[in-house]
């Protein structure tokens, strides 16, 4: 007796095909695996450097020939996977968690620094009807992307950055409300530092446009057991990391708290 | 109608399912997710004097029929559990157990003590824990310790106590029967049995704590095998566990001498559908047989040795 899917949750063994420089903090790292080419926008893996640890990542690329994780180095296990070279091998299971649900009609995608990982697959997957990206970060080298998305988007990329080195200047939430008053959108699908989404789904709601966040936690199972990674009563490795505006409204954590790897409620850091 | 609601250790059960400690108690939410999901009861992850932050991943891994897992215990510590858990046990409709663990008898009590005020409605021992004193040793696997433990958090409370038990020893009835000794209200059987797996590309153990405990239906036999074993030689009620995925798994258990089950790794293969699923099927299956009372199931597989 197995789970749902074969071997879903048994860890391959996975060689890097190809490193990208994404930006001097954020690397992509391309490899082969059958499951994860069949992952939707918005799924995540767990990422196992043996000796070391298993770590969640979004999958920032399906590809016809390689998927792929996009990884900040902000600690020993981001800085382990960062260091990957061509021909490294590590461990994977997943993927894991449910997708975002594309609807039809015109799409808004607003992404905070590293948190375009998870939309670019997204941005691919609409391939012709264009979204329109609003993508910020803290300076014109943390734009995510930015020269793969100029290229397929073109006007349709709206940038932002805080100190003003490229784009706009100011945080992707000054910049949305201004976008929401021209054009109607059908759904705004957004991914960045939590501050960011709540106040991202606080404009959605007055202006009424659907939308769906890609939340984060602290990740410990990955298999919708352990609890570690709730948000109130919903798991993000399982019922998320993708929720709509309507299931987070009664969601008194979010934007507030978190649990910490003992399971101690603790506030979000701004 | 059959009946399947059913008084265990003094806990007026509307069903006999709950969840196993561990899966998803961490938080007084998750608590009352599965509450919602149609569990007879709810068991907290285990509490414990300190805090925990647990082993680094891997803490779990899937094997062939059931789950390894070495969490490590990951917990706030007691004295956040208190605030933790105050609002949950407020508004929960269901009898809440609150799972403890901890390296001594006085690291029990400690825990029993400065939550007794609290609306638990029972304790559950976690006794798969190190002893301080004798290192190598789970409490669980030592007769006396077993006693000492019960005895002290007796003395602390007058909450039902139930223990753990591990299943990792050689007899499991004269556990049993030192926590029968020793005053418990109530049985569990069983925890998880010590295993590993070794990851043969990377040439090494998968889990980062190398060891950890096999879950699942790779362990039912085992479990059904531990209920009906203890249930020959001892009074107290049993809560069976072990790798009930359906409501076949559930009757065996009552068959074999249980008059509760708790389902952990069966939500990773059914998510939390699991407790209507086997309601169904429970119900269904007693109206089949004609059994009116769920009270009739229970040690039916003793029938044959206790004949007269």
Same mark, same amino acid.
């Given at each position: 007796m197995n789970s749902q899917l074969p071997n879903l949750n048994k860890h391959r063994t996975v060689k890097v095909q190809r490193t990208i420089d994404e930006t001097s903090t954020v690397k992509t790292i391309l490899f082969n695996d059958t499951l994860c080419s069949k992952a939707k926008p918005g799924q995540f893996v767990m990422v196992w450097i043996p000796g070391l640890d298993e770590i969640p990542m979004s999958v920032s690329h399906i590809g016809n020939k390689f998927v792929g994780i996009s990884v900040k180095k902000v600690g020993e296990a981001t800085e382990a996977i960062f260091k990957l070279k061509e021909n490294s091998e590590f461990g994977l299971r997943g993927p894991y968690g449910n997708s975002f649900k594309i609807l039809k009609g015109r799409i808004l995608i607003v992404g905070g620094g590293v948190g375009m990982a998870p939309l670019k697959p997204l941005i691919v997957k609409l391939g012709r009807d264009k979204p329109t990206v609003l993508m910020g970060a803290?300076? *014109? +080298?943390?734009? $995510?992307?930015f020269k793969q998305l100029k290229e397929r988007l073109n006007e349709n990329l709206i940038v932002t950055t805080e100190d003003g080195s !490229?784009? $706009?200047? #100011?945080l992707v939430s000054d910049i949305l409300p201004k976008l929401l008053e021209k054009k109607s959108f059908k759904c705004i699908y957004a991914c960045g530092p939590e501050l960011m989404l709540k106040r991202t789904l606080e404009i959605a709601s007055k202006f009424k446009v659907q939308a769906q966040v890609s939340l984060e936690r602290y990740i !410990? /199972? #990955?298999? #919708?057991? /352990? #609890? *570690? /990674?709730?948000i109130n009563g919903l798991r993000v490795c399982k019922d998320g990391p993708i929720f709509s505006i309507d299931s987070l409204k *009664?969601?008194? +954590?979010?934007g507030f708290h978190r649990l910490d790897p003992s399971g101690r409620k603790i506030p979000i850091q701004k | 109608m059959a009946k399947i609601s059913i008084e265990v250790v003094g806990l007026k059960l509307k069903n006999p399912l709950m969840n196993a400690s561990g899966i998803l108690g961490l938080t007084g939410h998750s608590l009352k997710r599965i509450a919602d999901s149609g569990a007879g009861a709810v068991v907290s992850k285990s509490i414990g004097k300190d805090a925990r932050l647990g082993? %680094? &991943? %891997?803490?779990v891994v899937e094997v062939n029929c059931g789950l390894l897992n070495s969490m490590g215990l990951p917990n706030p510590g007691v004295d956040a559990a208190l605030e933790e858990f105050e609002e949950l046990l407020k508004t929960v409709n269901v009898p809440v157990i609150a799972s403890i663990y901890g390296f001594s008898p006085e690291d029990f009590s400690v825990v029993a003590k400065k939550i007794d005020?609290? &609306?638990?409605s029972a304790y559950e021992l976690n006794v798969s824990c190190p002893h301080v004193k004798e290192l190598g040793v789970e409490i669980g696997q030592n007769a006396d310790a077993i006693f000492n433990v019960v005895r002290k958090v007796k003395s602390a409370t007058s909450k039902p106590v139930l223990v753990k038990l591990s299943p990792n020893v050689s007899n499991i009835v004269e556990m049993a029967r030192a926590a029968e000794d020793a005053g418990a209200d109530g049985l569990t059987a069983i925890n998880t049995l010590r295993a590993m797996k070794i990851d043969i590309n990377f040439g090494r153990p998968t889990l980062s704590a190398k060891i950890g405990g096999l879950s699942g239906p790779a362990i039912k036999p085992v479990a059904v095998r531990c209920v009906y074993e203890i249930s020959k030689s001892i009074k107290i009620p049993i809560i069976g566990c072990g790798g009930i995925t359906s409501w076949k798994d559930a009757v065996e258990f009552f068959m074999a001498g249980a008059s509760a089950v708790q389902i952990g790794t069966g939500i990773l293969y059914s998510d939390l559908q699991i407790f209507e699923e086997i309601i169904k099927g429970l119900t269904a299956y007693m109206k089949k047989k004609k059994f009116k009372e769920l009270k009739e199931l229970i040690r039916l597989a003793h029938r044959e040795d206790e004949k007269v």
């Open positions: 803290a300076t *014109s +080298d943390e734009l $995510l992307f !490229k784009g $706009l200047k #100011g !410990k /199972c #990955g298999l #919708g057991l /352990c #609890g *570690s /990674c709730m *009664s969601v008194k +954590d979010f | 082993n %680094p &991943n %891997p803490t005020s609290l &609306n638990f």
